[in-house]
């Protein structure tokens, strides 16, 4: 039995990407929006894009999702993530949650920033306390790749958290949205996973290309 | 005629093998050390070991090197940054400075630490003040694979800094080393740089391998 996963914010490009590629491995998901309306709209609608055989997909407000969920991802701007938390922080006790945003500060949105806490992922971390196991993952990834489930990926996903299982879980549903993900440590290391993707959108700019990522070098690759 | 580079700090594996690769590309270096014996010595070994035809490599102390000059590599453990550039500040004026080390806090040097000012790259622009363009980059190759000589590459080099001018001499340099650069934006984003080191040592231990590095993907690469 798949745990089912809440992807908090997932009417938004890099959630609902993340949505479809857990539910198509199997993964029930249900995503969260401010508006129970909204979040049924948008689950019927990439429920058609879903080969079948896929898990359900279904749509809720952000605190039923986070609910009836085993993890719960957060996908949302950066300047709703404080507020978010509040909604669904009780929900979250003793899950794991999996933050995707990064903390940019428009409109020098390819310079590296980073808020007092360090990173959104530590924030969290600290405003939902210790009963909740954050991670970090998803963040150099660009919306569009995650949208198009033909993608052949180049880019892996660095996750970090300090609690090691959680960490471990993570991977696991990194290798089941079909991306190759590499472990990168403790929490502390979140804001270079946050900052790396201002360095991103900066060279998306200065190359003139959509969707620039980064790779691992020099460690095993399965498959 | 090539701009000759001094080396500060190059008697040490990383600088070293910057110095190898630059003399081989025809760029005359001086190598600086604390003590003008050790790197008369030193490059007198290193020497030994470049192919007919590459460019003169001389050791001078720290302040001579980098008077000598025409671009100032700073290649020195952090703890030394700051006494280093008193002894060379005013060599460095009206040159580009290009700082290779990562600020690291041991024992714990798997996990991300900034110094105060962002990044020592940061702390190092403070300290020269704005008749200095400093650069940063290097941070995330192993200094074995830059002594190799024979290495093929497979991570990138990447460059920040606030004046365009001085990272394209800086990319022109880590081409002329042998590897891929990509202009990684403003000396704002140093911090990812340096911080990214902390995670490839970290994964190097994880995965146990030695010299993991990162690779810029969904860009035009060059030959």
């Known amino acids: ?124 971390q600290a405003q939902l306390g210790e009963g909740v196991r954050v991670v970090a993952a998803f963040q150099n990834i660009a919306a569009d790749h995650l949208q198009d489930l033909s993608w052949e990926p180049d880019c892996d996903v660095l996750v970090v958290g300090d609690d090691k299982a959680a960490r471990q879980q993570a991977l696991e549903l990194v290798r089941a949205a079909g991306l190759f993900g590499v472990d990168a440590g403790p929490l502390a290391n979140a804001g270079v996973v946050e900052g790396l993707t201002a360095l991103l959108i900066g060279i998306n700019i200065r190359y003139k290309v959509k969707g620039s990522g980064i790779r691992i070098t020099g460690i095993p690759r399965e498959g």
């Open 1 to 124: 039995m798949k745990p089912t996963i809440a992807v908090i914010g997932g009417t938004g490009a890099e959630g609902s990407g993340l949505a479809l590629r857990w539910a198509r491995a199997g993964y029930p998901v249900v995503i969260g929006s401010r508006s129970a309306e909204k979040a049924a709209t948008v689950s019927a609608s990439l429920g058609e894009r879903l080969p079948p055989g896929s898990a359900p997909l279904t749509g809720a407000t952000n605190a039923e999702a986070a609910q009836a969920a085993d993890v719960v991802v957060l996908s949302v701007p950066y300047s709703a993530q404080e507020a978010t938390l509040q909604q669904i922080g009780d929900a979250c006790q003793g899950k794991i949650l999996i933050t995707v945003g990064v903390p940019l500060k428009p409109p020098r949105v390819s310079v590296v920033w980073h808020p007092p806490a360090g990173s959104a992922a530590q924030e969290a």
